[in-house]
Structures are given as structure tokens and as C-alpha cells.
């Protein structure tokens, strides 16, 4: 199992940011993908997930900033990010659950946001 995660780096406050994960060795129609960050000295939260049924989730924080989505064809879970903030930099994290409930996380991604 795979889980590429892509698409961080440094932005502006106010600006956005799209996080991209390649997912292979999974059943990926049937698994549920997220998002997940960790903060320096905080513990890993989760951000986003959509299920298998495409039904979104998002952390209270999100408050309609951001959109997850994914595409089945090319196996991919993307972030879309708008209106960052300081309290959004974290090294973003590609998470998948498998229909057999096993956990897989991709290899982070750094999201700076300046102020």
C-alpha cells in the first residue's frame, strides 16, 4: 500500500493551497480517504475524510475553507484549501481506511502559512 500525498508548501495568509494523494494497493472505491494533520507540539487531528459513498466529513475548524474530494479513475484524494491561516501550518497527512478496517497514512506533507 501507497498512499503518495503532494501539493504543500508556503503560502500567504489568506491564500490556498490543494493537497493531492496518490493512493495504490488499496481497494480505493471502497475505502474511506482523509486528511489528517499534526501541528509542532499538538497531536495528529483529522481534517477531512470522504467515504466510499463520496459523503464528506470535515473537522469543526474547516468551517467551509476547505473541500475534499476525490477522483476514482486516477485514484486520488485532493484538499482544496482557501482563506489559510497561521493555525492552518501542519504537516498535512493522506489517510486511508480499508473496507477490512485497516489504516494506512501517506508520508506528510508541510503546510506553511505566513502571517
Known amino acids: 500500500v501507497q498512499l503518495q500525498a503532494s501539493g504543500g508548501g508556503l503560502v500567504q495568509a489568506g491564500g490556498s493551497l490543494t493537497l493531492s494523494c496518490a493512493a495504490s494497493?488499496?481497494?480505493?472505491?471502497?475505502?474511506?480517504l482523509g486528511w489528517y494533520r499534526q501541528a509542532p507540539g499538538k497531536e495528529r487531528e483529522l481534517v477531512a475524510s470522504?467515504?466510499?459513498?463520496?459523503?464528506?466529513r470535515y473537522a469543526d475548524f474547516v468551517q467551509g475553507r476547505f473541500t475534499i474530494s476525490k477522483d476514482t479513475a486516477k485514484r486520488t484524494v485532493t484538499l482544496q484549501m482557501t482563506r489559510l491561516n497561521a493555525e492552518d501550518t501542519a504537516v498535512y497527512y493522506c489517510h486511508a481506511r480499508t473496507y477490512a478496517m485497516d489504516r494506512y497514512w501517506g508520508q506528510g506533507t508541510l503546510v506553511t502559512v505566513s502571517s
Open positions: 494497493g488499496i481497494v480505493f472505491n471502497m475505502a474511506t
Open positions: 470522504i467515504t466510499s459513498g463520496r459523503d464528506p
